[in-house]
C-alpha cells in the first residue's frame, strides 16, 4: 500500500464520518453519498463545501422571533403583510417552515429553540423564554398559539408558557390535537397541520 492510497482513504473516511454525524444519515448512506461526492464533477463537491460554510458564516438569528435570517429582520417579521397581533411559538426554525408550507397562519412567530426538558437539563432559563415575554410587554399582542411539539418536552413547555402568559391577559390557544402524540412539528404533514392551526383551542 502506497501513500498516496492510505491518503486516499483517510480522506475517504473523514467524509463518511462527517456525513453520518448528520439527523437521518445512517453508515450506508453516509458510504454512498460519500462515494457519489467522489465521482461527482469538482464544481458540484465545490458548491456543496461553499453551501455549507455560507449557512455558518452569513446566517443569524432574527433579533425580534429568533428565526433564522441572512439580514436584518426574519422576512416574516421585515413583511408588512403579517399580523402583528398573533405570535406562534415553537420550538425549532424548522417549524416554521412546515407552518407556513400550509399558507393558513398569517401571524408573526417565536422560536424558543428548544424546549423544557429536566432530564436532558435545559431549564426555562436555556430558551428563549425571557424575549418572548419581552415581546408581549408591549401590548400589541392580543393571542399566543402555543405549537410547541406533541410530546412530553413540547407538553411541558407549553404548561408553563401558559401559566406565564395568561395572566398577562392574553388569550392563549393551543394547535388543535390530531396530531398524534411523539410526532414532531416539522414531520407533520400538509393536511393535518392546516387542521391544527384553524381548530386552535383555547389553552
Ligand atoms: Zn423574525
Do not use: W
Amino acid at each position: 500500500m502506497d501513500q498516496g492510497f492510505t491518503a486516499t482513504v483517510k480522506s475517504v473516511n473523514r467524509l463518511i464520518q462527517e456525513l453520518s454525524r448528520l439527523p437521518g444519515i445512517g453508515p450506508k448512506s453516509a458510504q454512498r453519498l460519500t462515494y457519489y461526492l467522489l465521482r461527482a464533477p469538482d464544481e458540484q463537491a465545490k458548491a456543496l463545501a461553499e453551501a455549507i460554510l455560507s449557512v455558518k458564516q452569513q446566517t443569524r438569528l432574527c433579533p425580534s422571533c429568533f428565526n433564522i435570517t441572512d439580514s436584518d429582520l426574519c422576512p416574516i417579521c421585515g413583511s408588512d403583510e403579517r399580523d402583528r397581533s398573533k405570535i406562534c411559538i415553537v420550538e425549532q426554525p424548522q417549524d416554521i417552515l412546515a407552518l407556513e408550507h400550509t399558507r393558513v397562519y398569517k401571524g408573526l412567530y417565536h422560536v424558543l429553540h428548544g424546549a423544557i426538558s429536566p432530564t436532558e437539563g435545559i431549564g426555562t432559563d436555556d430558551i428563549r423564554i425571557k424575549e418572548l415575554l419581552q415581546r408581549l410587554k408591549n401590548g400589541s399582542v392580543d393571542e399566543v398559539i402555543l405549537a410547541t411539539n406533541p410530546t412530553l418536552e413540547g407538553e411541558q413547555t407549553a404548561m408553563y408558557l401558559n401559566k406565564l402568559i395568561s395572566p398577562l391577559g392574553i388569550r392563549v390557544t393551543q394547535l388543535a390535537r390530531g396530531l398524534p402524540f411523539g410526532t414532531e412539528l416539522e414531520y407533520a404533514d400538509d393536511v393535518t397541520l392546516t387542521h391544527a392551526i384553524e381548530g386552535r383551542q383555547e389553552f
